[in-house]
């Protein structure tokens, strides 16, 4: 309850500097470039007063854009599969389910090249799709982890892995997702998908992927 109150308490200071009459209606009518720093201003200095830790920002950011609960947590990803699913279908991304986490995996194939970081074009549309229901749950936390095969020097891989999700992390925020709902993570070879037996395997391992976790109480 702290927390949130905190949260509330800062919010409501930032729009009203910025020259808002009242937080609900700045909060609706306000571009996501807008929304987005209040907000990232709000959670910032709570999870810092409350003790910076990953539960608290979780709670800060669960106090603004609103928590679910109870029964509701898995209609709303019920929801949110459904309407990824229609959009990935024929992309090549795997939408797997695991509880109330939905988990999307893109493979290399239409997302890096070797030892690169750079988005191909092929990625951007299906980029686009994703951002379409992402907009729309917007309920949800995303954790953007970067992959890589075995081979190659293990700083190397590593760096190139977080370089892969802070690329398809700025993609999305460009698209209107706010930054305070993503979070990038570089794996490098540490999480193979398969075993890094064969070529075939080893551009399997060459991934990213996406969890989308509900915001929770």
Known sequence: MRVKQLVA???IASLTLSGCATI??????????????????AVGAVAGKATGNHKNKRLAIGAV????????IG??????????????AGTGVQVVRDGDTLRLDI?????FGVNKSDIRGELYPVLNDLAKVLNEYEKTLLVI??????TG??????????A????????????????????????????????????????????VEIHIEPITQ
């Open 107 to 111: 493979p290399a194939q239409i997302t």
């Open 145 to 150: 982890t970067g992959h890589t095969d075995d």
């Open 75 to 88: 209609r709303y990803m019920d929801n949110q599969e459904q309407a990824l699913r229609e959009q990935m």
């Open 24 to 41: 609900g209606d700045s909060v609706k009518n306000s571009s996501n470039t807008t929304k987005g720093a209040a907000i990232g201003a």
């Open 153 to 162: 020097a293990y700083d190397l891989n590593m760096r190139l892995s977080q």
């Open 65 to 72: 854009l609103g928590a679910l609960t109870g029964a509701a």
């Open 164 to 207: 892969r999700a802070d690329s398809v992390k700025t993609y999305l925020q460009a698209q209107g997702i706010n930054s305070i709902r993503l979070e990038t993570r570089g794996l490098g070879p540490t999480a193979p998908l398969v075993a890094n037996n064969s070529d075939a395997n080893r551009a399997k391992n060459r991934r």
């Open 9 to 11: 308490a800062t919010v």
